[in-house]
């Protein structure tokens, strides 16, 4: 018996040992000599989108750029409880003041919001930071935590002052005051699209959409926020109700205005004919 006690132990372990191999989680390491993603932070993937709708945005993703530093910066270390405003936005903004680099990190003025990096330095106690878009009342929640002597690292996405602002973003640490520094590493930016009615031309739905006009009968002009003349034009009939009307659609750039298309849509033997449509520009 006694033997068959020790039989039935050693297959018991020998089962756990390969139930825990074939089915134990694995922390994954990344070994390419870069600091791991901290836990719940995104990827910078170009094509991910933000927000849903009318107000999806689209992932740029630029190389990591310094745009903070206040161990470099004109104002120094953050003190406890105070708000340090930063400019984020600025094709070649000059970002040295704020510890940054001098050159800018080519974030459009467009931009929505940032994938940024922030670190803070050897802090001498425990505290939490929070950050948030200029001008909009502080959030409840924070970005990340901080605790004394560490160096330590959070990702995310970080929304821009949504109006025409002096500055893009505020930070705010409690608790203790820490140096930190703030890489982006890409920005959203607001799809370039409108859907528009035929029969008047009028905009149904659009993004960075600032006019659309009627120019005769299946001629349109949609006129958008930026320049679109080196982008690409992707027109689709329909886009209003489920139906789908049966013809064509042709979408070329304005001649003499850089942010407008040229639409021309046909019935099936080439006649122009108010067809509703959808047209996205992608740059």
């Known amino acids: 018996m006694t033997q068959l006690y020790k039989l039935l132990a050693v297959v018991a372990l020998v089962a756990l040992a390969s139930g825990a191999g074939a089915g134990a989680a694995v922390e994954p390491q990344e070994g390419d000599g870069q600091p791991p993603t901290p836990k719940g932070a995104s990827k910078s993937v170009t094509g991910r989108s933000l927000g849903a709708g009318n107000d999806a945005s689209e992932f740029v993703a630029i190389t990591p750029c310094r745009i903070v530093d206040t161990r470099a910066s004109f104002e120094g270390i953050i003190d406890a409880g105070t708000t340090r405003s930063i400019g984020v936005r600025g094709a070649t903004q000059d970002f040295s003041d704020q510890g940054g680099v001098s050159t800018g990190c080519g974030v459009p003025e467009s931009a929505v ?4 990096t922030i670190t803070t330095f050897t802090p ?4 939490y930071l929070r950050a948030w878009p200029f001008a909009v009342s502080e959030p409840t929640a924070s970005f990340m935590y901080f605790n004394p002597g560490l160096n330590l690292t959070n990702t995310g996405a970080l929304s821009l002052c949504p109006f ?12 203790f005051p820490i140096h930190l520094a703030v890489f982006v590493n890409g920005y959203y930016e607001r799809s370039i699209a409108a859907v528009v009615d035929g ?12 006019s659309s006009a009627q120019l005769g ?25 489920i139906d789908t009307p049966v013809g064509h659609i042709s979408v070329t750039r304005r001649s003499f205005n850089p942010n407008g298309i040229y639409v021309l849509t046909t019935d099936p033997d080439g006649f122009a ?3 509703n449509f959808h047209v996205e520009v992608v740059c």
Do not use: H, M
């Not at 919001?113 to 940024?116: F, K, Q, S």
């Not at 080196?230 to 109700?241: K, N």
């Open 113 to 116: 919001a940032v994938e940024a």
């Open 124 to 127: 001498s106690g425990r505290g």
């Open 164 to 175: 025409f602002c002096g500055y893009d973003l505020q930070l705010k640490p409690y608790n």
């Open 199 to 210: 029969s008047d031309g009028s905009v149904v739905r659009s993004s960075r959409t600032v």
């Open 217 to 241: 009968v299946g001629a349109y002009e949609v006129v958008f926020d930026t320049d679109v003349t080196g982008c690409a034009y992707v027109g689709s009939l329909g886009g209003i109700t």
């Open 273 to 275: 004919t108010e067809l």
